[in-house]
C-alpha cells in the first residue's frame, strides 16, 4: 500500500490539554514537545487502537504550581489559597464504542500541601505507565481517537465542583442501555478516587478500557507524543530527541519507562509521553484434531457477539463467516473418514466405494473452496495477512488424514488430478499425459454411474474422465475400430484384429477398450458367419462322400467276405490272415459308426461345432480309406473283386 493512502488512516489519540484552578481561568498548560510517527506501513487490518500514557518527573508538579503562583497577580492569587488537590482526567471524545455521550475517566490526583511556604504536591518517585485503551476496535470512518486529557487544581472552596465532575460521570455510565463491561469497571476507579482524595493519598487508574480479549494479537509502535506541563507564561527549554528517536524506532514491540527517561534526560518540568500501538486483528487458529460441531459453533457465536458490539470491523466479520463455513466442510470431511474406516471393516465393496466417495466430495469441496477463496481475495490484505495461512493450515490437517490407508491416498490423487484439469479446461493432452491422467482417475474404485450422476463431484469426475477418453479414443483407436468394423475376414484383416486387441490392452481408457471389444465383436460376428457358410458347404460334401463310400467299402467287404470263404476254407486260417479279417470286422462296424456320424449333424448350428463334425466325417472316411486300402496291400487276393 503505498505511504499516500496510508495517511488517510492513521489513527492516534491526540491530546488537547490544559490545567485550570477549579473555578479560574487555564493557567497550566500542555505543550506539544515531540511528535514520533512509526514508517512502518500499517495496513487496513490493523484495526485496533492501543495507548500507554507515562507520567515523568511527577515531582515538578511543586515547581509548576509554585511558577505558577509566583507569577500570578495580586487579583488573581486568590485562586491558589487553599490548594488540596491536582486532578488529571481523560476524555475520549470519538470513540462510538462509548455511547453518544463522553466518557471522562481519572488519571492522576495528586494531594498539595499548602502547609509551609510553598506549595508541595505529595506524588510518588516512580509512576508505572497507565494503559487507558487496549486493543480498541476502531470504526471504518474513525480515523484518529481525539483525547482531552485536563490538569485542574482543586483547593478547599472547590470541592464540589471536584465531586460534581464524579457524579456526571456515574450518571453518564448509569444512562447507557447496554454499558460495556470497562465502562462498568470507571465506577470502581471512581470510588477509588473518592476513597484516595478522602485521605489525601495519591490515586493512579488502574482500570484500562479493554474491550477486546483476543489472544496473541500482533501489536507494534504506531506514534508518540510527548507533552510537557508549564505554566502559561513559560517558555520551554527545547527538548534534545535524537537519542528519543532512535530508542523508538528501534522498540516496535514498545520500551521501558527507565529507558524512555535516559533518552530524553529532561527533568525541568513534568512530561506527559503517550504512545499508541496498532494491533492486527488476528483469529484463533485451530488445530485439524480441535475442530468439531461444538468448536465451529462456539467460534460462530463469538464472533457474532464480537462483530454485534462492534469490536470486529465489517471485512474481518465476513472472512471470519467464510472461514466458519471452511470448518464446517472440514467437520464434514472428518465425519465420513469415520465412517468410511468402520464400514470398510464390513468389507463391503459397494458400501466401501460410496463412503470413500464421500470422503473424496469433501476433500475436493475443500481443495475448491480455498482456490476460490485465493482467487476471490487476491486484492483483499486481511484475507492475504491473516486468514490465508488459516486456509493452508486446515489443509494441511487434511492432507495429513487422506494419507492414513492407499485408498485414500489414492482418493487424494484423484481429487488433485480433478482439480489440475479443472485448472486446464482448454489444454491439450498428449496421449502420454492423458493415460497418466486416467491412471489417477481409474486409482479408486468408484460407485456406480447412477451415483456418481446423483452429485456435482460424481458428474465432474464422469466430465473428466469422459473428456479424457475421447480424445485418447480418437487419436489411438478410432480409425482402426472404423477399418475393422468394415473389414471382411480375411488373414490379413484377423491379424489387425489380434493386433488391436492386443493395443487395447495397453490402455487405461476403458471406453477405448469396451468400444475396441465391440467392434471385435462384430467383426467375429461376421468372421463366424463365413466359416458356418463353409462347413456348411463342407458337411454336405462329405455327406455325399459317405453315401458313396459307404456303398464301395460295404461292396469290398463282402468280396472280401467271399474270398476269406473260398480262398481260406479250413477252420484253421493262417495268423496273418486272422487278423486281416479281424481287421475287415473292425473296418465294418467303423463304417456303422461314420454313418451314424454322418446322421446326427449338431442341432447348435455354430461353425466351430460344424467344423468339429465335419472333422469327424473326414477323419472317418481317410480312416476307412486307408484300412482297406491297407488290406489290400498285405492280401492281394482279398481285392479281386470288381
Not at 499425459?433 to 491412471?439: H, I, V
Not at 476254407?569 to 496273418?576: C, E, N, S, V
Amino acid at each position: 500500500m503505498r505511504a499516500t493512502l496510508l495517511t488517510k488512516v492513521f489513527f492516534w489519540v491526540t491530546l488537547c490539554c490544559a490545567a485550570t484552578v477549579a473555578q479560574g481561568q487555564d493557567m497550566i498548560e500542555t505543550r506539544l514537545g515531540y511528535n514520533y510517527l512509526d514508517k512502518f506501513e500499517f495496513s487496513d487490518e490493523w484495526q485496533y487502537l492501543t495507548t500507554d500514557m507515562y507520567l515523568l518527573n511527577a515531582g515538578q508538579f511543586t515547581k509548576v504550581i509554585n511558577e505558577l503562583e509566583q507569577g500570578t497577580t495580586k487579583a488573581r492569587k486568590r485562586d491558589y489559597i487553599n490548594l488540596e488537590s491536582l486532578f488529571i482526567s481523560a476524555q475520549l471524545k470519538n470513540a462510538k464504542l462509548f455511547g453518544q455521550q463522553p466518557i471522562v475517566y481519572p488519571l492522576f490526583n495528586f494531594a498539595i500541601d499548602n502547609s509551609k511556604k510553598e506549595y508541595t504536591t505529595h506524588i510518588s518517585d516512580h509512576l508505572d505507565a497507565i494503559r487507558i485503551i487496549d486493543k480498541l476496535p476502531l470504526a471504518a470512518d474513525e480515523r484518529n481517537i481525539d483525547a482531552v486529557v485536563e490538569a485542574k487544581l482543586f483547593t478547599s472552596d472547590s470541592r464540589e465542583v471536584f465531586f460534581n465532575i464524579i457524579a456526571n460521570q456515574l450518571t453518564n455510565i448509569g444512562s447507557l442501555a447496554t454499558p460495556q463491561t470497562a465502562m462498568l469497571s470507571l465506577v470502581g476507579e471512581f470510588g477509588n478516587l473518592i476513597r484516595n482524595s478522602a485521605k489525601r493519598q495519591e490515586y493512579k487508574f488502574s482500570s484500562t478500557i479493554r474491550l477486546y480479549e483476543g489472544q496473541n494479537f500482533d501489536t507494534r509502535l504506531h506514534s508518540v507524543r510527548v507533552y510537557v506541563f508549564v505554566p502559561s507564561f513559560a517558555k520551554v527549554p527545547a527538548l534534545r530527541t535524537a537519542r528519543l528517536t532512535e530508542l523508538l524506532s528501534n522498540s516496535p514491540q514498545g520500551f521501558e519507562k527507565q529507558k524512555l527517561e535516559a533518552a530524553m534526560n529532561f527533568k525541568d518540568y513534568p512530561v506527559l509521553v503517550v504512545a499508541n500501538y496498532k494491533s492486527l486483528y488476528k483469529m484463533d487458529a485451530l488445530t485439524g484434531s480441535e475442530i468439531s460441531s461444538e468448536t465451529i459453533e462456539r467460534r460462530r457465536v463469538r464472533i457474532e457477539q464480537a462483530y454485534s458490539a462492534g469490536l470486529v470491523n465489517d471485512d474481518a466479520y465476513k472472512q471470519e463467516k467464510f472461514f466458519v463455513e471452511y470448518l464446517r466442510n472440514f467437520a464434514d470431511l472428518k465425519q465420513n473418514l469415520n465412517s468410511y474406516r468402520l464400514n470398510y471393516k464390513n468389507n463391503s465393496p459397494e458400501a466401501n466405494a460410496k463412503t470413500l466417495f464421500a470422503v473424496i466430495q469433501d476433500y475436493k469441496r475443500l481443495k475448491t473452496l480455498a482456490r476460490q477463496r485465493d482467487n476471490e481475495f487476491a486484492r483483499n490484505s486481511t484475507y492475504q495477512r491473516i486468514f490465508k495461512g488459516e486456509y493452508q493450515s486446515i489443509l494441511a490437517s487434511a492432507d495429513g488424514y487422506m494419507e492414513t490407508d492407499h485408498n485414500l491416498k489414492n482418493g487424494k490423487e484423484l481429487v488433485n488430478t480433478l482439480v489440475e484439469l479443472d485448472q486446464e479446461q482448454s489444454k491439450p493432452f498428449t496421449v502420454a499425459q492423458r493415460e497418466f491422467y486416467l491412471n489417477k482417475l481409474y486409482s479408486v474404485e468408484m460407485p456406480s454411474p447412477e451415483f456418481l450422476a446423483t452429485t456435482l463431484e460424481g458428474e465432474a469426475f464422469t466430465r473428466q474422465v469422459n473428456r479424457l477418453e475421447s480424445a485418447q479414443y480418437n487419436d489411438l483407436f478410432a480409425k482402426e475400430v472404423s477399418r475393422l468394423r468394415e473389414a471382411t475376414p480375411t488373414e490379413e484383416t484377423l491379424t489387425q484384429r489380434n493386433a488391436l486387441l492386443e493395443k487395447s490392452t495397453t490402455t487405461k481408457c476403458r471406453t477405448c477398450r469396451e468400444d475396441v471389444k465391440q467392434s471385435v465383436r462384430v467383426f467375429n460376428q461376421r468372421l463366424e458367419e463365413q466359416q458356418l457358410e463353409k462347413e456348411r458347404a463342407r458337411r454336405l460334401d462329405l455327406g455325399l462322400q459317405v453315401e458313396r463310400k459307404v456303398i464301395s467299402w460295404l461292396k469290398q467287404d463282402a468280396c472280401m467276405e467271399n474270398a476269406f470263404k473260398t480262398q481260406f476254407p479250413t477252420d484253421t486260417l493262417p495268423a496273418h490272415i486272422q487278423k486281416l479279417r479281424e481287421k475287415k470286422e473292425e473296418l465294418k462296424r467303423e463304417i456303422a459308426e461314420l454313418e451314424g456320424i454322418q446322421k446326427t449333424p449338431p442341432t447348435d448350428e455354430k461353425s466351430d461345432l460344424l467344423k468339429e463334425h465335419n472333422q469327424r466325417l473326414a477323419g472317418r472316411l481317410k480312416l476307412l480309406e486307408q484300412g482297406y486300402a491297407d488290406i489290400c496291400t498285405a492280401e492281394k487276393s482279398l481285392c479281386g473283386c470288381e
